[in-house]
């Protein structure tokens, strides 16, 4: 009887076992940067749109850009990225940018000129190539400053643009970002994860947060909280991130982005080098101050600072 009841037990704890090695090993597979690594193969990428959003207290909310884009892999993460986007200006502001634009009083050159072409620009639709750490910017507010025969403006620093200053600043398709986030996760269920995360935190993992910055963090922003949520598919991919982070006491910022096709074949190219222009090349009397025109020139139509700063 003994021995009858030691073989029972012994079976009992060899049925235990199964499922519970096959519980370690679902944990182990339901690992989204895991799965994210699987895909980083060269020559291949994934899709992304995302929407800005702002909330302000006691109003409707407003939507503030549109883009969408690829993102190209290698075997340590993004290599290379195509997107467009556009600012959605509502049309009081819009009328009064047309009013200011078909103006022709003022002096070519002079400081009203060079506003009403930038204003005149951010209506228009831009795209941002990144090629490593170079970014190629066509169309939008610069493609107003462009001289005659080119198309694109090489900037000497990793940018995301006008467009990508407003737009969705963390990328959870960087190992470094995803791994970031869940590190901080408060929420952990299938298919969801949640938490906060700082921008300091962010500006240290990633490239591409660091290039919406235009690779300069406003002073005092380190300590910015970006509230986040990530849903990942049965594969553990990333679909959705949103996230969010405060103004001001009264309106909130938030960023919503879909990934889809992962695997899906990219080929990221730089413009033909004749279409290219250099910073120097640009129509304005100082061209080096594009970058301040980048990083401070949105402000003037999408309030973005948070913790005070007055950078955008």
Known sequence: MKRYIAGLACAATAVVSV???ASTAHAKAADPVAA????????????????TKIYAQGQKSQVGADRK???QFGPSGVVASDQTGKLRIDKETLKAIEELSSSD????GSAEDVANKLFRGLVKPERVVRVGNTSYVSGGAFGEFLPEGKTWLRFPQATL????????????????????LLAHATTKRVGFYSGKITWGELAKVSPWFRASQSDALPKGASKTVVNWKLYVGADQLPKRLTTSYALNTRTTTVYDTVYSGWGTKVSVK??????????NELQLEKPEASLSILRDGVGALVDRPATGASRR
């Open 161 to 180: 643009g006008f467009v990508g200053s407003v737009t969705q600043p963390v990328n959870a398709a960087e190992p470094t970002t995803l791994k970031a």
């Open 270 to 279: 730089a413009p033909a080098p004749e279409t290219v222009a250099k910073i």
């Open 19 to 21: 499922p519970a090695l």
């Open 69 to 71: 884009g690829v993102l």
């Open 36 to 51: 994210l690594k699987a895909k980083l193969v060269s020559g291949q990428g994934v899709n992304f749109v995302d929407r």
């Open 105 to 108: 009083e003022a002096e070519e």
